[in-house]
């Protein structure tokens, strides 16, 4: 019976119907699309044989949303050669890249992220195409 109710009601106000249709929908979408955004940064699991081992060296001040967590280079270079609590030790920054065909061309700008020559190794991966990334931290020995 109140559904009857509810259904003749709706169908008196096409307006309203709508407007109530819509709302559900943009509620509905918003919904899914924060879930499937919080599931893919937050609950899975990174994909590397052993995620709970990785771990992440930030400076002790950081601001905020990671804002002005870098460390520089030689810093990087000196944590990894006197590294004794971690097995390997690997640098990483995100980044805007730029590429265009054609230098009269404004490049279309994507991001990606800059990483030392021992981060597939480290994370226990192999590299699927070509070769691995030459390291620059150490004159040609791949392992920088």
Known sequence: ??????????????GFTLVAIGSLAIGIGATSASFSIADVLLLRPLPVPQPGRVVAVTPAKMGAFGADSAISYPDYRDLRDNNRTFEGLVASRLWAFGFSPDATVLPKTT?????????????????????SFRGLGRSGSGTG
């Open 1 to 14: 019976m109140p559904l009857r109710y509810a259904l003749r009601i709706l169908r008196k106000n096409p």
């Open 111 to 131: 991001y990606g992220t800059y990483v030392s020559g021992k981060l597939f190794p480290d994370v226990g991966r192999a590299t699927r195409v070509g070769q």
